[in-house]
């Protein structure tokens, strides 16, 4: 590989050995072959290095190359972009090919996407080949993306373009991946409506039957005392009964309210366990699947449904969980998901998780004790 413009002479190559001649002498087993010192020189090369132009670009890496081509593909399982459907929180793979022929393979650029608001990107590890076609190298570098969305709605990726010289042209070229838009349907955890039924339960008043006491009797002479002594204790037989519907009904609201309260820390128990378990294992899928569950019945109290990674870690706002949270995609959609890799340990993410709980529950011990204060 010239490093330098100019003429250069390739000096010539020097075989120096022992071929096997031919002996006269009848073979036997003990018998050794003769041999006669050769040495052979070949002829000299010489080899002219253009400079390079003055109008490439020197930002750019220098790629002097008779055909240098980028390429894209999508999904293993997909044969056309156009037909495939993307979903919140899954996965996206977009696998770039660079071939340059007459390059070597540490000569090839690096493959850089950029980024894209609402996208998070992983490179996987990046793959160099190099073979010998009709007397030319041609090698080629293979990069995987594992793009995961954050929301639905349309994206837009930008352009990808290297910079390189035609040596049959003499003419600085330009291989591109056009701008590409891709389309994100909403998940099932966002489609789900997670909100419960409201049960409203109604309380029929009872009939009111006639006391013996109340019954009024014909007379004669009704005096007028006796009169407001009736409506007196009716007055009273009512306020009574009001006071005994509102007792039942704040009976009922306290008993369904303590339910759901008991319902909800059942089950933020029982993912809270689950989850302890995925990480205890080092099972990422199982752990990452536990995730907003577990966060929802956590947070319950703030009445928003976390269905997003992203929103969990805005929502938490610690570090150690928003480290834990992106090692663990990082080994699902990233460098870490090649064949050979690192297997996922849980103990950072677990350490995480009993802090936040812990947390949750020194909050409301602190507001329960507060509430019991005269």
């Known amino acids: 590989t010239p490093q330098q413009s100019g003429n250069f002479t390739l000096d010539a190559p020097v075989f120096s050995g022992d071929i096997i001649t031919a002996s006269n002498r009848r073979s036997s087993f003990l018998s050794f072959a003769q041999t006669k010192p050769v040495s052979v020189r070949g002829d000299e090369i010489?080899?002219?290095?253009?400079?390079?132009?003055?109008?490439?670009?020197?930002?750019?890496?220098?790629?002097p190359s008779e055909l240098l081509s980028l390429h894209q593909e999508w999904q293993a399982n997909d044969s056309s972009f156009k037909n495939s459907s993307f979903k919140v929180g899954e996965p996206i793979t977009r696998t770039i090919t660079l071939t340059a022929v007459g390059l070597a393979k540490e000569q090839l650029p690096e493959i850089i996407m950029p980024h894209t608001q609402g996208l998070k990107i992983y490179p996987d590890q990046e793959q160099l080949h190099t073979s010998l076609t009709?007397?030319?190298?041609?090698?080629?570098?293979?990069?995987?993306?594992?793009?995961?969305p954050n929301y639905a709605g349309e994206f837009t990726l930008p352009e990808i373009s290297i910079t390189w010289f035609n040596t049959i042209t003499n003419k600085t070229q330009y291989a591109t991946l056009p701008a590409q838009i891709i389309t994100v349907e909403a998940g099932e955890a966002s489609l789900t409506n997670q909100t419960?039924?409201?049960?409203?339960?109604?309380?029929q008043l009872p009939q009111q039957t006639a006391s013996p006491a109340l019954a009024t009797t014909p007379m004669v002479n009704v005096e007028q005392k006796e009169s407001m002594l009736t409506w007196l204790f009716l007055s009273l037989w009512l306020l009574t009964m009001l006071a005994w519907l509102l007792h039942i009904r704040y009976l009922q609201?306290?008993?369904?309210?303590?339910?759901?309260?008991?319902?909800?820390?059942?089950?933020?128990?029982?993912?809270?366990?689950?989850?302890l378990s995925a990480c205890k294992r080092n099972d990422a899928s199982q752990a990452l699947s536990l995730i907003l569950p577990w966060l929802n019945s956590l947070l319950s109290h703030k009445n928003i449904e976390i269905n997003t990674i992203a929103l969990a870690e805005s929502q938490v706002n610690d570090q150690s969980f928003a480290t834990a949270l992106n090692d663990l995609q990082q080994h699902l959609y990233g460098k870490s998901a090649v064949v050979g890799a690192a297997s996922w340990q849980g103990d950072t993410l677990l350490a995480s998780i009993q802090k936040l709980n812990k947390k949750k529950q020194a909050t409301k011990n602190s507001d329960e004790n507060f509430s019991l204060n005269p």
């Open 196 to 203: 419960s039924p409201t049960i409203t339960t109604e309380t």
């Open 134 to 148: 009709k007397e030319r190298l041609v090698s080629h570098k293979v990069q995987s993306f594992a793009l995961v």
């Open 46 to 63: 010489s080899l002219t290095v253009k400079a390079k132009p003055t109008h490439y670009p020197n930002q750019d890496a220098w790629l």
């Open 253 to 275: 609201r306290n008993t369904n309210k303590s339910s759901a309260n008991k319902n909800n820390q059942q089950t933020n128990v029982n993912h809270y366990l689950a989850l």
